[in-house]
């Protein structure tokens, strides 16, 4: 039965196109959902993105959208990294502050140092290559804006899309398709939450899904880190309140 608080929610869902929103349109499926693009929801035109919310009564903006892949762009066009993943993010949060909105921020578990693992929501941040600074400098602006939740997320593509894998680094993998289950469960959260899963070899993880993947010596991988597994004991809390059994954490 759905609850009222529910049925009164209205989200806008930045990142059409990407791959996890191809399961969050099922999973938000109870809500009346908005899904943009570059196309009809600029990160870098303002105007046109007050536009589009005006009238719509929005209560919850999910910002997925972003650069991410491939990772060495961050490293080759800054400029990119920087508009899409900073100077977006901030006219989003002024966009929110604007209408009340709350704001669901996507940002990423290499915002820790990824050394030690077991990271915290409170553990010391040290991003470790440039897409990982560009989704901090995201969470600056995110976190003026008080209404909002912010999750650090260690999620990767279902299926597993790589034909190689990184053996003799530690993470807490959990695949797109099941964060998005669990969406729905977190739209009233703020703050800071992890958001991954249990922590093991990358290798190991892939490997359980795709039998024959190859691997690669994490000692060949410039710039990885070699642990940058979460505490997630946050996240299960809520879950466990929530009555939702996830049977992956």
Same mark, same amino acid.
């Given at each position: 039965?759905?609850?009222?608080?529910?049925?009164?929610? $209205? $989200?806008?869902?930045?990142?059409?196109?990407?791959?996890?929103?191809?399961?969050? *349109? *099922?999973?938000?499926?109870?809500?009346?959902?908005?899904?943009?693009?570059?196309?009809?929801? @600029?990160?870098?035109?303002?105007?046109?993105?007050?536009?589009?919310?005006?009238?719509?009564?929005? =209560?919850?903006?999910?910002?997925?959208?972003?650069? +991410?892949?491939?990772?060495?762009?961050?490293?080759?066009?800054?400029?990119? +990294?920087?508009?899409?993943?900073?100077?977006?993010?901030?006219?989003?949060? /002024?966009?929110?502050?604007?209408?009340?909105?709350?704001?669901?921020?996507?940002?990423?578990?290499?915002?820790?140092?990824? /050394?030690?693992?077991?990271?915290?929501? =409170?553990?010391?941040?040290?991003?470790?290559?440039?897409?990982?600074?560009?989704?901090?400098?995201? &969470?600056?602006?995110?976190?003026?804006? /008080? @209404?909002?939740?912010?999750?650090?997320?260690?999620?990767?593509?279902?299926?597993?899309?790589?034909?190689?894998?990184?053996?003799?680094?530690?993470? +807490?993998?959990?695949?797109?398709?099941?964060?998005?289950?669990?969406?729905?469960?977190?739209?009233?959260?703020?703050?800071?939450?992890?958001?991954?899963?249990?922590?093991?070899?990358?290798? &190991?993880?892939?490997?359980?899904?795709?039998?024959?993947?190859?691997?690669?010596?994490?000692? *060949?991988?410039?710039?990885?880190?070699?642990?940058?597994?979460?505490?997630?004991?946050?996240?299960?809390?809520?879950? *466990?309140?929530?009555?939702?059994?996830?049977?992956?954490?």
């Amino acid at each position: 039965m759905e609850k009222s608080s529910d049925i009164k929610k $209205i $989200i806008l869902v930045t990142g059409k196109n990407s791959r996890f929103c191809f399961f969050l *349109k *099922k999973d938000l499926k109870k809500f009346k959902t908005y899904f943009t693009s570059k196309n009809n929801f @600029n990160l870098l035109n303002f105007n046109q993105m007050k536009k589009f919310i005006k009238n719509k009564k929005i =209560t919850h903006l999910i910002h997925v959208a972003g650069l +991410s892949r491939p990772m060495d762009l961050h490293e080759k066009d800054i400029n990119l +990294s920087i508009d899409l993943n900073v100077i977006g993010t901030a006219n989003i949060v /002024k966009l929110c502050n604007l209408f009340k909105i709350k704001l669901v921020y996507f940002s990423t578990n290499y915002v820790y140092p990824g /050394k030690t693992g077991n990271y915290k929501e =409170t553990s010391k941040l040290l991003p470790f290559n440039n897409y990982a600074w560009s989704k901090l400098g995201g &969470e600056t602006s995110v976190h003026l804006y /008080k @209404n909002s939740l912010i999750l650090r997320l260690c999620m990767t593509d279902f299926p597993f899309t790589h034909k190689k894998a990184i053996k003799g680094a530690k993470t +807490s993998f959990i695949f797109n398709k099941d964060v998005s289950k669990i969406m729905p469960f977190l739209l009233d959260e703020s703050g800071i939450l992890n958001i991954g899963g249990k922590k093991r070899d990358i290798y &190991e993880f892939a490997k359980k899904f795709k039998k024959k993947i190859k691997f690669i010596e994490y000692k *060949k991988i410039k710039n990885f880190p070699r642990d940058s597994s979460l505490n997630i004991q946050k996240l299960k809390n809520i879950l *466990k309140k929530k009555t939702f059994n996830f049977k992956n954490i």
